[in-house]
C-alpha cells in the first residue's frame, strides 16, 4: 500500500540557515509528489510538485525539492529560511488508482531568531 | 477573489447533536473533498466528490455523509457527533478530479469540538 512518511514531527532552524524537511514515499509505479503549507490559523497551499522530467523541482517562495528514486525521497530544502516560513509543511503522494492523495503527518518548522 | 470559504471556524457542540459544515468554492472547479486533520497523522480524507451528484468515501467515512447538489458546494454532515470527531476540518476544490496534475486550493478550516 502506497505510504508517505516525514520522519521530522518537528524542525528548528535559525534564521537565514538552510533547511531540509525530508519525505519519504512508498509506491510502486513513478509517484506524482507534492509538498504543502499550512500557514498558522490558515488552510494549506501547494508549494510545488512533481510528475516526471528534472527531479530538481522549483516551488513559490524560494523552495525546492529533489526526487530520488534509489532512496524513495523527496526532500524539500531552502537555501536560507525567513521568520515567515514558520509554518507547518506536509508531502503528499498522488494515488493513482483513483487520483486521491495519500498525506504524511506533516512536520512543523520553527524558526529560531 | 478565488477561494474556498468554509462555516463555522469553529464550532463547539454536544454529542448527538446534528451539524453541517458548509463549503463552498467559486472557481468552477468540479472536484471537491473533506479532510480531517489530527496531530501526528496529517490529513486523511473524508469524502470527495468528482462532480455534482458524484460522491465516493475518503479513507475515513464513518460518522460523515455529504453531497453535492451544486458545484459550487460541498457541505459536510454529521448526523451524530462523538468526542472522536474533534478535529480541524479543511475543505478542498480543484479543476478536476481525473488528473492529480490539478493544484489543489483548500479553505481555511472548521475547528470542532464536540463534548
Known amino acids: 500500500a502506497q505510504s508517505v512518511t516525514q520522519p521530522d514531527i518537528h524542525i528548528t532552524v535559525s534564521e537565514g540557515a538552510s533547511l531540509e524537511l525530508r519525505c519519504n514515499y512508498s509506491y510502486g509505479a513513478t509517484p506524482y509528489l507534492f509538498w504543502y503549507v499550512q500557514s498558522p490559523g490558515q488552510g494549506l497551499q501547494l508549494l510545488l510538485k512533481y510528475f516526471s522530467g528534472d527531479t530538481l523541482v522549483q516551488g513559490i517562495k524560494g523552495f525546492e525539492a529533489e526526487f530520488k528514486r534509489s532512496q524513495s525521497s523527496f526532500n524539500l530544502r531552502k537555501p536560507s529560511v525567513h521568520w515567515s516560513d514558520a509554518a507547518e509543511y506536509f508531502c503528499a503522494v498522488g494515488r493513482g488508482s483513483n487520483y486521491q492523495l495519500i498525506w504524511g503527518a506533516g512536520t512543523k518548522l520553527i524558526i529560531k531568531p | ?115
Open chain 2, 1 to 115: 477573489e478565488a477561494q474556498v470559504t468554509q462555516n463555522p471556524r469553529y464550532l463547539i457542540t454536544v454529542t448527538g447533536k446534528k451539524l453541517t459544515v458548509t463549503c463552498s468554492q467559486n472557481m468552477n472547479h468540479e472536484y471537491m473533498s473533506w479532510y480531517r486533520q489530527d496531530p501526528g497523522l496529517g490529513l486523511r480524507q473524508i469524502y470527495y466528490s468528482m462532480n455534482v451528484e458524484v460522491t465516493d468515501k475518503g479513507d475515513v467515512p464513518e460518522g460523515y455523509k455529504v453531497s453535492r447538489k451544486e458545484k459550487r458546494n460541498f457541505p459536510l454532515i454529521l448526523e451524530s457527533p462523538s468526542p472522536n470527531q474533534t478535529s480541524l476540518y479543511f475543505c478542498a476544490s480543484s479543476l478536476s478530479g481525473t488528473s492529480l496534475y490539478n493544484e489543489q486550493f483548500f479553505g481555511p478550516g472548521t475547528r470542532l469540538t464536540v463534548l
